[in-house]
Nanobody, 124 residues
Framework: QVQPVESGGGLAQAGGSLTLSCRAS????????MAWFRQAPGKEREFIAQ????????DYADSVKGRFTISKNNAKDTVYLQMNSLKPDDTAVYFC?????????????????WGPGTQVTVSS
């Protein structure tokens, strides 16, 4: 299914770790980008990380660089977001998105398919 579906959210303590997964079947497309965004209550949707269709190129927001890692397993049609050193400010609904232009984009409206989101809550 082209529509991404996230899993793996939950509750973590500050300093802890969580891994999110996003599954989407995109084998019919020759090039695409997968990305993670997040949205906290009362705030706009924020770019977190993105990865090329091959998995060879990644990009991160400054707020998560060095703490979060995006990766993908093409055989499993799955993208992962490993989140370490979590902070209470990381609390948000996390969304997986697919962009079909093939280029790296950081604005939500530039992505074509979105998952329903998964809640991540980090306690202090």
């Amino acid at each position: 299914q082209v529509q991404p579906v996230e899993s793996g959210g939950g509750l973590a303590q500050a300093g802890g770790s969580l891994t999110l997964s996003c599954r989407a079947s995109l084998r019919t497309f020759s090039t695409y980008v997968m990305a993670w965004f997040r949205q906290a209550p009362g705030k706009e949707r924020e770019f977190i990380a993105q990865i090329s269709w091959s998995g060879g190129t990644t990009d991160y927001a400054d707020s998560v660089k060095g703490r979060f890692t995006i990766s993908k397993n093409n055989a499993k049609d799955t993208v992962y977001l490993q989140m370490n050193s979590l902070k209470p400010d990381d609390t948000a609904v996390y969304f997986c998105a697919t962009g079909l232009t093939g280029g790296f984009e950081e604005l939500a409206h530039q992505y074509d398919y979105w998952g329903p989101g998964t809640q991540v809550t980090v306690s202090s």
